[in-house]
């Protein structure tokens, strides 16, 4: 039998994470190279290495006998223990009512692509989850590339908006920012927040890496700045390490309530609601604790010691820029400069990039330009610095605290080998590329093809 | 600030069981009744009243320190157990790679609905979720009604089939049937598919309450019928009472090798994949054990039971019809004898019927037929028999099982009281009815409104 597919869901492609991840999952059994018994460095999958926090472990074990359905915005306890978290961290006063609960933050942003008319406007660089979606859904939409800082530029936004014909624009802002690590500071997004309340602009504001902003108290929800037009989307996967519980909440601008009862239409349509177990293990995750409290703590500052390690050491590469993270686990590196040598390399694309990094002798995953939505010939790359133990890393942190820089530095020599190794492997590629070793490279990059 | 909401958004409807589940949530304290200290008899909601079998949560307890994400379609070890599960159960060799698993079955039909192009065929009446899918993805779809004995006339399908221009047809079946509790038998299903395969009918084959078939080797899925064009959805909702812990499955038809490759996809764009904790907490429920197997043995009894005495006592009443369940904890009633005498009552619909019956002193939750895909003046509910203590019940089935028919009417009447006052409460709702108490089931109407 023959089955017709609808033609948007041929036109998408695989998000690029799951994507790759599928791929390197396969790919040790596949390296060619005779004696390799080496998978490869991880610098492409998003995902936070620490043990999912103790509190929360607890009170799944203590709620693995709820079997019943949950209400469909969530468990009112959840949405409480919410709500109280974003008064304590974020200082927003937000009622209960406004808050929904959803199974991870991309089915969120998913349900209300599916709800909000209108034209989606997408800053680039940006995440790899967002585009799949707006074409699955055949949104209208255009891209904002962003310039040299890497930040939405106001002026840029109003000229975009003022040349749509919709009736509603939405601008899709995620801070903290992946994949540059960047924070929008306050008046950023107040410059932002102007721009969208004179030309009735919705913001759906992805922070889900709020908790890991390395200096905490720098993080700004735009809840706070536009809270009449801002849907806030945030969840356990990032800072409680906890993206396979599959558990996040969006936050509903003020007064919008019909909009929120035209959105728990959709989820009793498509889903009924999350796993009730896991909205009762969420609870302590959110309630204000002093374990939840030192988690996030050591949680950031080890992705902030991790982060500068990975920053310094690859702009220390001759001609490598790259973005200075902020919060998250992840950095943008800008490998431009080599554009002339990985072009006689007949490396012509950040894909054919990626393919020449995951070979042997290099072993290294990253996440290509053209998956981050910039230009398939743009030599940029997400690199990730989570590949190391995160349990083991937790608690040599906890038992002693790195000060300076040079213990910092030995905290990620002695404790993220592979992050070491994998950061010295791209200096040993374009120190390759640059000694004209390309017919070595080309050898390479033959034997092996991230598949579409 | 006003936000514009995609059109279908505004025109589907809340699923009805969801609807009506909060309206009852709410209802109790706004009874008019003074000193109504009561409830309601809960015939509307359906959901096993069993406790999650331990295994199962035991296994959710070891595994709650699984912060990873998941492999789309569901981890190895679960596909390898459902593969298992089908074979031993249900006869069919599956391999483990044509089972996707899902947050419930309800988002995977709507994940096949939105990959399969074509016109949906839904006989009615129909399972209460079905028909805000269909309409939120603007797909085409039309009814099949059913005839006396409530199941698909294969030459209604064929003729209705026949007069759909679109290259694709999906028909959803549905068994066992939710609302009538009815089993298709072999021979009905081999009539059904020689149309699909000559008409290239394309089937989602609903079977989420297979396992609860009261002789269970009368069912046979489609799945075996019709392999190369049947989806099977199945989960842990329904036979291992854990509706809350989300997980289902879809097997997809053999040879549609390409089409998993699209499914995924989507999966991956819009929820990633099942909680991880949860997943591995699926697996003991789906493997081959004497424990799941006295689980399930035990539990379709007993629904067996309440059935039965649910059917004799409704059937009972004057003028009443209902159809005989063989699966499922629900049944069909068919009360339109007293149409005229309803009219008269200003009682004109379904949801006047159910909103009249919720009132006091009747306190009896059904879902009306216009929930059910029927027509508006159709006097049908589907009236679910679950309404009691299901860990007590269990227990007490498992300690002395009664045999003869006396004993299983003592078995209800001890032990699900609620059940048997409900019934108590549809036969005086129509005693007083027939004696022409017009004013005071009017007055008593007008008290409370479901709201839509």
Redesign the interface.
């Known amino acids: 039998?023959k089955?017709?597919?609808?033609?948007q869901?041929?036109d998408?492609?695989?998000?690029e994470n799951?994507k790759l991840n599928?791929f390197l999952q396969e790919f040790h059994s596949d390296c060619t190279h005779p004696e390799c018994g080496f998978g490869f460095y991880g610098f492409a999958f998003g995902?936070?290495p620490f043990?999912?926090p103790r509190l929360?472990?607890?009170a799944?074990?203590k709620n693995?006998?709820?079997?019943?359905?949950?209400?469909?915005p969530g468990i009112p306890e959840l949405r409480n223990a919410i709500s109280k978290y974003n008064k304590h961290y974020f200082g927003m006063d937000v009622s209960p009512d406004r808050i929904y609960v959803g199974?991870?933050t991309?089915?969120l942003i998913?349900n209300l692509l599916?709800?909000?008319?209108?034209t989606v406007i997408l800053p680039t660089p940006a995440w790899l989850?967002y585009l799949?979606?707006i074409r699955?859904l055949k949104k209208n939409y255009h891209m904002l590339p962003t310039r040299a800082n890497k930040k939405i530029a106001p002026n840029d936004l109003r000229r975009l908006a003022l040349r749509l014909q919709d009736?509603?624009k939405i601008l899709i802002l995620n801070n903290p920012h992946n994949p540059t690590g960047l924070l929008y500071n306050r008046l950023e997004l107040e410059e932002i927040a102007d721009v969208c309340r004179d030309l009735?602009i919705?913001v759906i504001s992805d922070e889900i890496y709020a908790q890991t902003t390395y200096d905490f108290t720098k993080f700004t929800s735009m809840g706070k700045i536009y809270p009449?037009?801002t849907f806030v989307t945030n969840g356990l996967s990032k800072s409680?390490?906890?993206?396979?519980?599959?558990?996040g909440y969006v936050i509903f601008?003020q007064?919008?309530t019909d909009?929120r009862a035209?959105f728990?239409?959709?989820l009793?349509?498509?889903?009924?609601?999350?796993?009730?177990?896991?909205q009762h293990?969420a609870i302590p995750g959110f309630e204000i604790s002093h374990e939840m409290d030192e988690y996030f703590e050591i949680t950031r500052n080890i992705h902030k010691i991790m982060g500068e390690y990975t920053y310094h050491q690859l702009t220390a590469i001759d001609g490598i820029k790259a973005t200075k993270p902020e919060a998250t686990f992840y950095l943008l590196a800008d490998f431009n400069a080599y554009a002339p040598e990985l072009q006689k390399a007949k490396i012509t694309t950040s894909q054919k990039l990626s393919e020449a990094f995951i070979v042997h002798p290099y072993h290294t995953a990253i996440v290509g330009g053209d998956s981050l939505v910039l230009e398939r010939t743009d030599f940029s790359a997400r690199i990730a610095y989570v590949d190391y133990d995160g349990a083991m890393v937790y608690q040599k942190y906890r038992d002693c605290k790195p000060k300076t820089h040079s213990e910092r530095t030995e905290f990620v020599t002695q404790n993220a080998p592979k992050i070491v190794a994998g950061l010295g492997m791209i200096e040993k590629f374009f120190g390759a590329l640059k000694k004209d070793a390309v017919d070595e490279l080309l050898l390479l990059k033959n034997s092996v093809k991230i598949p579409n």
Chains 1, 2 share one sequence.
């Not at 693995?64 to 469909?72: L, M, P, S, T, W």
């Not at 599916?114 to 209108?118: D, K, P, Q, R, S």
């Not at 409680?240 to 558990?247: E, K, P, T, V």
């Not at 498509?270 to 896991?278: K, M, N, R």
């Open positions: 039998m089955f017709v597919v609808d033609q869901v041929e998408i492609e695989m998000p799951l599928t995902q936070s043990p999912v929360i472990q607890e799944l074990i693995a006998n709820k079997g019943e359905y949950a209400a469909v199974p991870g991309k089915e998913f599916e709800i909000l008319h209108g989850g799949p979606q699955f009736r509603q009735n919705t009449e037009g409680h390490a906890a993206g396979g519980y599959r558990l601008p007064h919008a909009l035209q728990k239409k959709i009793a349509t498509e889903y009924t609601a999350v796993s009730t177990p896991i293990a």
